[in-house]
């Protein structure tokens, strides 16, 4: 996976900016693909780009799921960890882009995967 990594931003010519996503295959995963994203990197506050970057990076792993006939995706907390997205305001971000993306999509599941318990609280209360 690696190695396909490196050849899709060789290819490219250039560093993958945040909000764009790339698929490879899964190799040894127990997933046939893998949607890679770049997400955004908060510094003292979160800006207003920063949370379109974040959108953008869920409506584009959407988007590239369903491009290439996926009917399932999983999503990790993008951003919440060294990159500083708060864990409210990301989940929020990435409950509602989802929502909105799947009204009219063939994407039928859609898995949000913690890390953390405190993740795992947020989550459910967006979803009582």
């Known amino acids: 996976m690696r190695n396909e990594c490196a050849q899709l931003m060789e290819a490219q ?16 995963l127990p997933a046939r ?16 780009r920063q949370k379109e ?9 959407l988007k590239l799921a369903e491009k290439s006939g996926l009917k399932s995706i999983a999503f990790c907390c993008i951003s919440t960890g060294e990159f500083h997205f708060p864990g409210k305001l990301a989940a929020r971000i990435a409950v509602d882009v989802t929502d909105r993306y799947l009204s009219g999509s063939a994407i039928q599941r859609v898995i949000f995967d913690v890390f953390k318990e405190e993740d795992l609280h947020i989550y459910q209360k967006l979803f009582q």
């Open 53 to 61: 970057e974040l959108a953008s990076c869920y409506r584009s792993c």
């Open 13 to 28: 010519g250039h560093e993958e900016p945040a909000g764009r996503a790339k698929i490879t295959k899964g190799y040894n």
């Open 33 to 48: 693909h893998v949607i890679h994203t770049v997400g955004p990197v908060v510094g003292q506050q979160v800006t207003e």
